[in-house]
């Protein structure tokens, strides 16, 4: 037999490997890329425990046990889009104020929470979270690394950034025997999702529709089946695949972990 063409070799050799990549559900088709940097205020709600912070309107619970810590943050309405802002992250910096730490110091939080609107009060005296304000209404530990936290508002300058996560997706799950509900958490890239659908070892993809926060749902019975979840980002619209995430003996309340994610 003749000898191949090194174009030929080459060309089918990284095609091999895309399949190969694709089939085990690490590959990822690309890197989130930061925003333009653009202007809002941010304030700080509870104490330097963060303990007001634990759970959210995202539903991610104990933000320790979740990955986030105390580096998070409420969104105003705006920033919030019903849900699908949870997970996302923001660089933030501390600008034109005399309360900001010398040097104007940034760090990076997640969206973790809802800051609801507060119609009592006028949106530019208290009622920092009505809508169309753009706003930041953070943990107090990511607060100070910003500025004295006596100032209580600041003006700030802020840009999404990829999300660095350690691992792969987490999937806690809750619900019973005709309803699963999925929280996804420890979302890298943009930190978003879109959509998802799920798999059973017996069945074709199931669409999940979205319950709230970074939850997700399916109304069918799945118990005794492996199960593996298909994930696409809301911002870049990128599709990862999770493929045997949960064993057959799967139970609500656990949370799984995946080896897959975006980047």
């Known amino acids: 037999m003749g000898l191949i063409s090194s174009s030929w070799s080459f060309k089918n050799f990284?095609?091999?490997?895309?399949?190969?990549?694709?089939?085990?559900?690490?590959?990822?088709?690309?890197?989130?890329?930061?925003?333009?940097w653009r202007y809002a205020h941010a304030?700080?709600?509870g104490d330097e425990t963060g303990s007001e912070t634990m759970g959210g309107a995202c539903g991610y619970g104990n933000l320790f046990n979740s990955g986030y810590g105390l580096d998070t943050a409420a969104?105003?309405?705006?920033?919030?889009?019903?849900?699908?802002?949870?997970?996302?992250?923001?660089?933030?910096?501390c600008v034109q104020s005399k309360h900001c730490y010398y040097g104007n110091p940034s760090t990076v939080v997640t969206a973790?929470?809802?800051?609801?609107?507060?119609?009592?009060?006028?949106?530019?005296n208290g009622g920092w979270c009505n809508p169309p304000r753009t706003h930041f209404d953070l943990a107090k530990p990511a607060f100070m690394k910003l500025?004295?936290?006596?100032?209580?508002?600041?003006?700030v300058s802020y840009r999404r950034v990829p999300c660095k996560r350690s691992g792969g997706m987490r999937f806690q799950f809750q619900g019973n025997a005709y309803w699963l509900l999925i929280f996804?958490?420890?979302?890298?890239?943009?930190?978003?999702?879109?959509?998802?659908?799920?798999?059973?070892?017996r069945t074709n993809w199931i669409s999940m529709s979205h319950n709230w926060g970074a939850s997700y749902q399916a109304f069918?019975?799945?118990?005794?089946?492996?199960?593996?979840?298909?994930?696409?980002?809301?911002?870049?619209?990128?599709?990862?695949y999770a493929w045997n995430v949960a064993p057959s003996n799967w139970n609500a309340?656990?949370?799984?972990?995946?080896?897959t994610n975006f980047r």
Do not use: H
């Open 14 to 36: 990284f095609a091999i490997v895309f399949v190969v990549f694709a089939i085990s559900g690490e590959f990822v088709a690309g890197y989130y890329r930061p925003s333009a």
């Open 43 to 45: 304030t700080f709600y």
């Open 220 to 240: 069918s019975s799945l118990y005794g089946q492996s199960l593996s979840f298909r994930v696409t980002s809301y911002t870049s619209g990128e599709t990862v």
């Open 112 to 124: 973790t929470n809802l800051c609801p609107p507060n119609w009592y009060q006028d949106t530019n």
């Open 147 to 155: 500025a004295n936290w006596k100032a209580g508002i600041i003006p």
């Open 253 to 259: 309340g656990m949370t799984y972990k995946s080896y």
């Open 184 to 201: 996804v958490m420890n979302v890298g890239g943009a930190g978003d999702i879109k959509s998802m659908a799920v798999k059973g070892s």
């Open 75 to 93: 969104l105003s309405t705006t920033l919030f889009k019903d849900g699908y802002s949870c997970g996302q992250c923001f660089q933030i910096m």
